[in-house]
Structures are given as C-alpha cells and as structure tokens.
C-alpha cells in the first residue's frame, strides 16, 4: 500500500503542501495525538533560496512530512500555478493555533532551543495566554553542536516527556537539519518556528497584521535588523523574483495537468 501524502505545489523546484491553514493544523494534530515521529518545514523565500545553493538542505526541504507556506511570495505563486484556495501557513499563526488546540486536545508540549530567558518568559506568558496548555518541558540547547551523549539525553528527555508536538527554535537551516536528523527517533512531531519564540516572548516585535497580508514582513524585520539582515535579502529575494517568474513563463507556455486537489480529506 502506497503512503498517502498530502497534495503539494511546486514553488521554484521544492514542494510546498497545498493545504488551507486549518487543514494543515488539524493534519499536525492529527499527527501528534498518535505522537508519530514527522517533520515540519515553515518555507518562506530564504528557506527556498538556501536549498537552492545547499544540496543537503534541499534533501531536507524534499523529504518534510509538511513544507506550509509561510511567506506571501509562495502563496502568490501557488495561487498563479492554480492552487487558488491556499492561504498562508506562517510560524506565529501555526504556533498559536497549535496551543490552542493542544490545550483543547491535553496533548502535551515541549519547547527546544533558543535562550533560558526567551523560554521563561514564553512560559510566562503562554500560562496567561493558554492556562489549559500542558508544556512537557522547555529546554535550551547552547549553540555548539551536542556532543552524541547529549543529543542521545536530549531525545530521552522529549520521548519521556510524552510531547505530541516538539516546537524547535534553532534558527534556519539549523532547526531544518535537527529535525531530519532525528525524524524517527523523536516520538513526535517536530515543527522549525525558529523566529516565532523571540517575538511571542515579547523580544521580537510581530509586523501588523496588514504588512504580513501585504507580503512586506521582510521589509519590517529588515527595519529593525539592517546590519543583520541587508546581505541576506538582497540574496535572496531578487533571485527568487527571477526563479518565479521564469516558473511562471513556463508554466503558460507549456502548462502541466494539474490534478484537483481534494481538500474534503483534510477537513
């Protein structure tokens, strides 16, 4: 018997799910409520631009249980290639959406990575946001890599601690890398939201809500990190401006057939 995969669009050569939002949720949760071993990509430009130039990366992106499409680029793009319900599938909507159905369903949470403080203050405030919510357990991880004795405790840890859903902030492609890595060996299902945990710990400012349906998250966070970030998206976005474009050229030359996607199956 065939595994079933979830319907995907292809967006400049990776495969992104071609899911609304809730469908993408309730999949995860589904997933985690039987604390199957998967892993979960959150694409936007960068991430598909360091596939493009990383073959080991690029594996990862492929072989991803779910890639959402969390930059307004990607769903544009799927929307010209005929996937006209999708909608964006970002980290802070996923991450939100997750507690609270995690709180409704009691499945258990764990939290990897990023600082002692962001972490505590998260806990903090996720106790306000989502009092029913259980937190397995929240666990930083210093920026070397783990030595094979480490990493073994570390995944005891998340496999004793009975976490349906692993939320990792490592930062990408690093947290990318973790999780292919380790797929069948964390009982649960792990999901990138690197640059979620600063900004719902208050650290991070979020973009308005009109500036992300805009497609200029980019533009707020290069504000507020020029020096950090200035290299990185003049790398990235217009490269990707001309990969899109090209796929698009191709795509009313000599256009696919495409298969109906059925999204009475992911309700």
Request: with cysteine.
């Amino acid at each position: 018997m065939l595994k079933a995969f979830p319907p995907i669009q292809s967006v400049i050569g990776f495969p992104v799910t071609a899911l609304p939002f809730n469908a993408q949720i309730n999949l995860i949760m589904k997933w985690a409520g039987s604390r199957l071993s998967k892993y979960v990509c959150v694409a936007n430009v960068h991430m598909l631009m360091e596939a493009r130039t990383d073959p080991t990366f690029a594996a990862v992106l492929e072989n991803a249980d779910l890639v959402t499409p969390d930059g307004m680029p990607l769903v544009w793009l799927m929307k010209l290639m005929g996937v006209m319900h999708q909608d964006r599938v970002a980290g802070m909507d996923i991450f939100l959406a997750l507690c609270e159905q995690a709180s409704e369903r009691q499945i258990s949470v764990f939290f990897l990575g990023s600082k002692p403080e962001i972490l505590e203050r998260m806990k903090e405030k996720l106790h306000q946001d989502f009092p029913q919510l259980k937190v397995a357990d929240m666990q930083p991880l210093p920026f070397r890599s783990l030595t094979p004795e480490e990493d073994e405790a570390t995944v005891r840890k998340i496999n004793e601690s009975g976490a349906g859903l692993v939320l990792v902030s490592l930062g990408c492609p690093k947290q990318e890398l973790w999780m292919s890595q380790h797929q069948g060996r964390v009982d649960g299902v792990m999901l990138g939201l690197g640059g979620v945990f600063p900004v719902y710990a208050g650290i991070q400012k979020w973009a308005p809500n009109w500036i992300r349906k805009a497609g200029l998250e980019w533009l707020y966070r290069l504000i507020q990190e020029p020096r950090r970030l200035w290299r990185r998206y003049l790398g990235t976005i217009p490269p990707f401006i001309y990969l899109a474009c090209r796929q698009i050229f191709v795509n009313w030359v000599s256009p696919l057939p495409k298969e109906r996607s059925d999204y009475s199956r992911y309700p």
